[in-house]
């Protein structure tokens, strides 16, 4: 079993900063990688970030591109999405979700992944 938990979520105005935080905890289990998601009422979930522990490769929804860093803790069990340049259509819960394919997974999905936080609420009035 992975448990994962998600930090640092806020109310900010357009234009700030947020870092979230996803510790995540996995007893005899080997995790490959993480990505992040958000999701608002009445949308399906949305990819936001990933990356892959095995071959490093990052990956960023276009309209988060330039604005967003997704990098990996000092710790091994930690991750993060620095968010700068908010906007208020970055306003969505944000979902931290661990895979542990080691085949590779499709990253930008959700079934690509196989444990999942509860959410962090985030957020960016004008």
């Known amino acids: 079993q992975v448990q994962v938990e998600e930090s640092g979520g806020g109310s900010v105005q357009s234009g700030d900063s947020l870092r979230l935080s996803c510790a995540y905890f996995a007893r005899a289990i080997r995790t490959y990688g993480i990505g992040w998601f958000r999701q608002t009422p009445g949308k399906e979930r949305e990819f936001v970030a990933s990356?892959?522990?095995?071959?490093?490769?990052?990956n960023y929804v276009d309209s988060v591109k330039g604005r967003f860093t997704i990098s990996r803790g000092n710790s091994g069990n930690t991750a993060h999405l620095q968010m700068n340049s908010l906007k208020p259509e970055d306003t969505a819960v944000y979902y931290c979700?661990?895979?542990?394919?080691?085949?590779?997974?499709?990253?930008?999905?959700?079934?690509?992944?196989?444990?999942w936080g509860q959410g962090t609420q985030v957020t960016v009035s004008s």
């Open positions: 979700a661990v895979t542990t394919s080691s085949g590779g997974f499709y990253y930008d999905r959700t079934s690509g992944y196989d444990y």
């Open positions: 990356i892959n522990w095995n071959t490093g490769y990052i």
